[in-house]
């Protein structure tokens, strides 16, 4: 490659290295934090036996959807239990959970700051295009590098890549609350912080809630791939079946991955768009929270 | 100390850059157009100044454009005045700090939006209780004043119910309840009844003024619906432009209108409608005065034929209404050529009409009388006479 008149990636090498050799006591911090902080979520998902976890998110989908969609959720899971990729099933659901959260609490500040300064939302903006349609494969090498193998590449990788929608939706929600509502609450003598927190947060719930749907999503996928750097989970069987070629694996693990997708899908999206139409959601609880303060 | 509640003075505002610049030239006497073209700037509201009685409906009127939204943001600050002064009780609102105008907005003004601006997430309970939920009144006591307030709207069985579950008069209806409850001696509301349909509109502003009947407040009205400003408004402002056209009661720019724009706003109203008894009356019955003596009816009758007139109003000494009498009754007392005093007994008793008496009622009132119906002023002293060929008179406009 010696022919290239710019060579980016040499420049590239050498800045990962240049962390490597200079910060690892703080990226070894940063992955011990990430580490304890999934195998908490893990544990706290492996702790009830599996029918009690089936049962949890029947009854949600029973609670936010309906009856279908409730005996959808039953069978899947059983499904799910007896092709055997229960466990592999919970690694993922632990591993998205983790990602998703990380993500939450990075993206959803940053989502608002970003709402609120011009120069913020210009900054971040081309930063976001880039986590986004970087391939997904490409943030593993460096999480590798950085973390080792394992879990925490993972999941570093995969907040990078699932933290996009959730300040990207933070950041619109809060611009679109109509104009008058925000006068509102400003006639009514709101201060900033009463504005952001009673006014213009709640207003924009769907919207953020929509951000969150999105992050789920993306990072389920992205456990999936991460399993290339030792994550575990549904994504090693993946994996497995790729490199045997065993076409009956990959169907039974792939499915489990879908079945997973789509319940966690529809139980997040209904958190955000029925939210009004139903009465005593978790969200105007936590909102309602909020507003009490 | 600043006479009235609200007192605006020379108020601007600009958007753009160097907006000092901008208000000295149209200081200068620059037009709004040469402004925008020479600095870039646009002048929103250009030397606005007025004062607002305790406890009056002022309606701010105008076309789209013609800066009233803006105005009223000025007075409660949601937009930042270029130059002027904004006095609410005496204190400047243009000046206040952060802090002191927080405490004013969350104390003493609220406002009413023209798309209602509900918070989506809340329970009408909620909503109403917005105002005294960002004061930091506790949750039992704010939810009790604004159950009250629901009551006063008529909402009281919809506390539990979400904003888009309503329609939108009754969602107006949260709104003003969300303005109301906490207990404002002035409220700001613009264009509140302008996405209501007629009848829902002219409900509102029935319930705006049974309201007022009750605790008056001070009301800056936005509108561009004369009908509604000639209803609900004490007095009227018209807005052309970012300026102050004119100012006055609705009858005041019925008769003078400062310009076409103005007249323009009345063209399609029937402001007959809006006539009173006080702008009806005439002195077209002569008077007699009963000053412990009944006037003798001989000299009413020749003076009467005299003028060629067929009614007489008496009056006592104190200038109150005694009774009147028609030609037709004193030829009647007087065949033969007796005397007669025209005394409580012979004199017909009519009830008079207040001077601010609408026409429909003056209108009842002519039907059920024979002759004509005299008018007394606010201290109860007789003050003129209406007769049904005057009302066609007037009406026709004059």
């Known amino acids: 490659m010696s022919d290239k008149k710019l060579d980016l990636g040499s420049w590239v090498n050498d800045g990962v290295q240049h962390l490597l050799d200079n910060y690892s006591d703080g990226f070894d911090s940063i992955g011990g934090l990430v580490s304890s902080f999934s195998e908490g979520i893990e544990a706290i998902l492996m702790l009830p036996p599996a029918w009690l976890l089936i049962a949890i998110f029947v009854g949600l989908g029973l609670w936010r959807i309906g009856a279908r969609f409730a005996a959808f959720t039953a069978v899947s899971f059983i499904l799910i239990v007896l092709t055997g990729f229960w466990e592999q099933t919970v690694v993922t659901l632990g591993l998205t959970f983790s990602a998703t959260l990380i993500s939450l609490l990075l993206g959803i500040p940053l989502g608002i700051w970003a709402a609120k300064s011009e120069r913020v939302a210009t900054t971040i903006r081309p930063i976001l295009d880039f986590m986004q349609t970087m391939p997904a494969f490409v943030y593993l090498i460096p999480a590798a590098m950085l973390f080792g193998l394992g879990r925490v590449p993972g999941i570093i990788a995969t907040v990078i890549f699932a933290m996009p929608p959730a300040v990207r939706l933070t950041n619109l929600g809060i611009r679109q609350v109509n104009k008058e509502i925000i006068e509102a609450g400003q006639s009514f003598g709101c201060s900033k912080t009463q504005l952001l927190v009673k006014v213009q947060l709640p207003s924009a719930m769907p919207s953020i809630m929509a951000g969150v749907n999105q992050t789920i999503m993306m990072a389920l996928s992205m456990v999936i791939i991460a399993s290339m750097v030792g994550a575990g989970g549904l994504g090693n069987d993946v994996l497995a079946s790729i490199q045997r070629l065993d076409i009956g694996l990959g169907f039974e693990s792939g499915m489990a991955v879908v079945l997973l997708a789509i319940i966690l899908d529809r139980i997040t999206e209904s958190f955000g768009t029925k939210q009004s139409e139903k009465r005593g959601t978790l969200i105007s609880w936590v909102s309602a929270k909020l507003q009490r303060q | ?398």
């Open chain 2, 1 to 398: 100390m600043k006479a009235g509640k609200i007192v605006v003075e020379n108020l601007y505002k600009v958007f753009g850059n160097k907006p000092q610049e901008a208000i000295a030239k149209s200081k200068q006497g620059w037009s709004k157009e040469k402004v925008l073209a020479e600095t870039g700037a646009v002048i929103g509201v250009s030397d606005v100044s007025f004062s607002v009685e305790e406890g009056e409906i002022f309606v701010l009127m105008g076309l789209s454009g013609s800066g009233k939204s803006t105005l009223i943001r000025l007075i409660n600050r949601l937009i930042e005045p270029s130059g002027g002064d904004v006095f609410i009780d005496g204190h400047n609102v243009a000046k206040m700090s952060n802090a002191e105008l927080i405490s004013l907005r969350r104390r003493d003004m609220s406002m009413v939006f023209q798309s209602f601006a509900l918070m989506p997430s809340r329970t009408v309970l909620d909503n109403a209780a917005f105002g005294l939920e960002v004061a930091g009144i506790g949750r039992k006591e704010r939810e009790k004043r604004a159950m009250e307030v629901l009551k006063e709207v008529g909402l009281e069985t919809f506390a539990q119910m979400h904003p888009h579950e309503l329609s939108g008069g009754m969602q107006q209806r949260v709104g003003l309840a969300r303005a109301l409850a906490v207990d404002p001696s002035m409220m700001i509301m613009d264009e509140a009844f302008s996405a209501l349909d007629p009848l829902k509109r002219r409900e509102m502003q029935d319930l705006l003024l049974e309201l007022q009947k009750v605790h008056r407040r001070t009301i800056i009205f936005v509108s561009h619906d004369i009908e509604e400003a000639m209803r609900i408004g004490n007095r009227i402002a018209i807005m052309e432009g970012g300026k102050l056209v004119q100012v006055g009661t609705p009858q005041e720019l019925v008769d003078n209108p400062a310009n076409d724009y103005v007249r323009n706003f009345f063209d399609t109203v029937d402001t007959n409608r809006y006539l009173t008894a006080g702008q009806l009356m005439a002195n077209s019955v002569p008077i007699f005065v009963h000053n412990g003596v009944a006037p003798d009816a001989q000299v009413v009758s020749q003076k009467l034929q005299e003028l060629d007139k067929h009614y007489a109003f008496i009056v006592d000494e104190n200038n109150r209404f005694y009774g009147s009498i028609s030609l037709e009754k004193i030829a009647l007392l007087v065949e033969g050529g007796q005397s007669c005093k025209l005394d409580q007994s012979v004199v017909k008793q009519i009830t008079p009409v207040p001077e601010d008496m609408p026409l429909d009622k003056v209108i009842a009132r002519l039907v059920d009388n024979e002759g004509p119906i005299p008018v007394v002023g606010g201290n109860g002293q007789y003050s003129g006479a209406i007769s049904k060929g005057r009302l066609l008179t007037r009406m026709q406009g004059e």
